[in-house]
């Protein structure tokens, strides 16, 4: 086997598949295939044995997936480059298959000439990669910068799929909540840019909005953070939506991206109310979620839009951070919370009780309940959410953390 050549692994379930691929890559003299895999788990152990510079990953495996595979040869085997394979149509995964950190993609049917091109690009852009993290090492580089001391703040995404069920007022209140228990930094992002109504629901209707901040196009420092951020007297800093639904139009999936970012550096915990849809910008913003927060209610359609949502999230491989809350959960329409757990695969992670005196009354005086009635079983258990969502996290530097711990628990045995 000449070390010359590049290396390459073929990880495709069906057997034939690999077959054809590596006939396809036969007579390429600069290419050899060293090994085949049948499932990702196979291919992980197989790049750990077989160092191979190119792994052409089929994205639709039973089991783990092609994506999944990718991320983690990214990280247990940085030297390896993945070129992954779908069939057409599969634009959504593909994005992902990028974003999990695979170099190049390719689509069946496949034909030899262009996926030798595109091994061998790759494989030549991931020498170059490794050029500079050579040097690095030999300390031709200055090092890289010292890890920064404040851990990032946790971005927790309040998302629901179908307007009305609660998400804005779980926002607000949650936020204060989160504020009131362990006094973090908490900012509250208004990204149901046209028709938002955080402001609305804190009476803060004259102010800055995120149309204003976006449109200044500055480096999003503490200083100019601070001169559209509005502090509410309840402890949490809110960046409302845009006045009208026009300027909404204006903002970009990447803008935010970057101010959530700036945010997360200097808050404990960035809170997002969104709109019900699927568009870039909640795209993005459930992509960079440290956690997401699903509501839900009993009632059947409800629970259809929620198993259309999770078929979504189940693509985009977001499941893993939903934490599902069930509003309004006293409200019986002839689902027991069992059974909707168990039709939709789910465990519903808190309950929160429906009050038709104390939060009408908080909408129209403009005050989160969790400020003007602290005592209602609604606010209740809004701390006990809270608490759970800050307990063990680590934001909160340790020296620190003992009391807390014991302020938490004193707080959450009510
Ligand atoms: N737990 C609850 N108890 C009583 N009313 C609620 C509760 N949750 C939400 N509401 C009311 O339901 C309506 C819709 O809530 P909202 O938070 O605006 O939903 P969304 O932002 O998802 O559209 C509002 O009038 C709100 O006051
Ligand atoms: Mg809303």
Redesign the pocket.
Known sequence: MSTEKIKVLIVDDIQQTRKDIARLLYFEEDLEVIGEAADAAEALQKIGGLSPDIVLMDINMPGMDGITATEHAGRLYPGVAVIIISIQGEAEYLKKAMVSGARDYLTKPLNSEEMAATIRNVYRSQKQRQIPAAAEKLSVLPPPPPPKEKPSGVLSVIF?GK????????SVNLAVALAQQLRPKVVLVDL?LSFG?VGVVLNLTEGKTIYDLLRENSPFTPEILGNYLLRHFSGIDILPAPLSPQDAEYISAGQVAGLLKALQEQYDYVIV?TP?NFQEINLQVLELADEILM?LTRDIAAIKNTRTCLSIFDSLHLRGKIRFVL??CEQNLGVEVPELEKSLGITVYHQ?????RT??VS?NKGIPFMVSSPQAE?SRSFRRLAGRLANGRSHVNSEEKQGRKLLLNRIFSL
Request: glycine share 16%; with cysteine; hydrophobic share 30%.
């Open positions: 629901c307007g009305g069920l609660g998400k804005t007022t779980v149901d109504d109310d019900a509501l509003n309004r929160l009780p429906g009050d038709d939060v009408p909408l609604i």
